[in-house]
Nanobody, 121 residues
């Protein structure tokens, strides 16, 4: 599977963005899909993931503000980000992995190229 993320940009604190990740290939619907963030000077870490059965996991820092979803008919993953904070700034990567691999393993799976999100006034 190949992944192409889009939708990043510059937004003010309290604003919203929606990220998209278009996947090619036939394995999208059987993979766990996730969004990971690499903040400046920090390691890449899980933001949210969604299994083929649409079970979700969120990092504590984004619970109640971010929503991950998938459209298997369009081979597309989404991340709706609301009430953005400056600490949400970073490069957001789309990821695909077999469901047997933990979403908390931040170096596993197939990665897209990343999209920059900057939250600043």
């Amino acid at each position: 599977v190949q992944l192409q993320a889009s939708g990043g940009g510059l937004v003010q604190p309290g604003g919203a963005l929606r990220l998209s990740c278009a996947a090619s290939g036939d394995l999208f619907r059987v993979n766990t899909m996730g969004w990971y963030r690499q903040a400046p000077g920090k390691a890449r870490a899980l933001v949210a993931s969604i299994t083929p059965g649409s079970s979700t996991i969120y990092a504590d820092s984004v619970k109640g503000r971010f929503t991950i979803s998938r459209d298997n008919a369009k081979n597309t993953l989404y991340l709706q980000m609301n009430s953005l904070l400056p600490e949400d700034t970073g490069v957001y990567y789309c990821n695909a992995r077999a469901p047997s691999i933990s979403s908390w393993a931040s170096k596993s799976g197939t990665w897209g190229q990343g999209t920059q999100v900057t939250v600043s006034s």
